[in-house]
Antibody, heavy 122, light 108 residues
Framework: EVQLVESGGGLVQPGRSLRLSCAAS????????MHWVRQTPGKGLEWVSA????????IYADSVKGRFTISRDNAKNSLYLQMNSLRTEDTALYYC???????????????WGPGTTVTVSS | DIQMTQSPSSVSASVGDRVTITCRAS??????LAWYQQKPGKAPKLLIY???ILQSGVPSRFSGSGSGTDFTLTINSLQPEDFATYYC??????????FGRGTKVEIK
């Protein structure tokens, strides 16, 4: 069964850091690009970041650029999101998402994890 | 950034109805559009990519059309399990990849 499972969410104070992890199984992880997408009741679905199959290219939303870093370890079938200088507006449910292809992002996102909640509050 | 505008924001329909949801891009995105379905408490599910290609395992009552800036998701013969929120997402110009605000399909 194709599966993604996120971990690492929680309550954190503004300005602090958090690292999200995503464990992938049931597919050849290093054949596909991967994404992080977040969701809030107020802003809906917001794409955060993506990384190609070989970590050759990483792209970010302007709202997180310079603060968040996406990475992957293909040997461990794992995706990560290092979140620094967290802000209250980063509060959201964060999804780990598999791309439908290796690098181009054209074909949609076909597998989503259940999500992990990040709450940034003092 | 490319803005994606969905309409309507909600629609009430009955089982067996045909439902049409529209998504408009703020600039030409060719055919690089995906549609997702999300049920309460669940992650989104990919229905259609490249505007009209049905994702494997998705029922054929779902169809997508359009190119350029105007796109449509059609659900023929609405089933009870289709009551959900539907999102479009452009994949032509990034970063960022951008989603619409969603259309909720409710039971009439």
């Amino acid at each position: 069964e194709v599966q993604l499972v996120e971990s690492g969410g929680g309550l954190v104070q503004p300005g602090r850091s958090l690292r999200l992890s995503c464990a992938a199984s049931g597919f050849t992880f290093d054949d596909y690009a991967m994404h992080w997408v977040r969701q809030t009741p107020g802003k809906g679905l917001e794409w955060v970041s993506a990384i190609t199959w070989n970590s050759g290219t990483m792209i970010y939303a302007d709202s997180v650029k310079g603060r968040f870093t996406i990475s992957r370890d293909n040997a461990k079938n794992s995706l990560y999101l290092q979140m620094n200088s967290l802000r209250t507006e980063d509060t959201a449910l964060y999804y780990c998402v598999k791309d439908n292809g290796p690098a181009q992002y054209y074909y949609g996102m076909d597998v989503w994890g259940p999500g992990t909640t990040v709450t940034v509050s003092s | 950034d490319i803005q994606m505008t969905q309409s309507p924001s909600s629609v009430s329909a009955s089982v067996g109805d045909r439902v049409t949801i529209t998504c408009r891009a703020s600039q030409d995105i060719s055919s690089w559009l995906a549609w997702y379905q999300q049920k309460p408490g669940k992650a989104p599910k990919l229905l259609i990519y490249a505007a009209s290609i049905l994702q494997s395992g998705v029922p054929s009552r779902f169809s997508g059309s359009g190119s350029g800036t105007d796109f449509t998701l059609t659900i023929n013969s609405l089933q009870p399990e289709d009551f959900a929120t539907y999102y479009c997402q452009q994949a032509n110009s990034f970063p960022p990849l951008t989603f619409g605000r969603g259309t909720k399909v409710e039971i009439k």
